[in-house]
């Protein structure tokens, strides 16, 4: 089962310093997908929403065209797999003849639908392989002891009487 997504907005990853396109689920908007990718990706996918246009066809624009002249049409693309942490995406393409689909990367795949203004889909797989992991905290910590041996509930039940003020200067 696939997901319709929207553009939900482009942002940077503090972290990595890395752009990150957000999708959001068309019909739900519960269901988010960040996409990560690269400076010059994130400015084809920035200028093509603001329909910004160049003097000569730009490498999108090129294959929009291809499209259009062998009167075929973008049906829809999907972000349809996730392997060893990477997006990977197809590409729908329809003809009177024939239907088919390409691989290609996510932000070229994204970038071809808000020119060719085609919907944007994500696999179930994908979105239930990019919802963020159980967050650590102290109660997860009681729940899921890592080291079992006495040794490892002694440090537990340590660190469990310790009083904020043993952290000295780092205010609880």
Known sequence: ???????????????????????????????????????????????????ITYDRPMTHDLLKNFVSHMHMRVQKIEISDIINNTYHAKIYFSSQDYVFSLDARPSDAITMAIKCNAPIFASETV??????????????????IWDKSEEGKKWLDYLDSLAPEAFGKYPA
């Open 1 to 51: 089962m696939s997901h319709e997504m929207i553009i939900y907005g482009i942002a940077v990853d503090t972290k990595g310093n890395s752009p990150v396109i957000i999708l959001k689920d068309k019909a739900t908007e519960e269901k988010i997908l960040p996409v990560w990718v690269g400076v010059l990706e994130a400015t084809a996918i920035a200028t093509s929403l603001q329909h």
């Open 127 to 144: 979105l239930q392989e990019s919802l963020p992991k159980k967050a650590f905290t102290y109660s997860n910590a009681q729940q899921e």
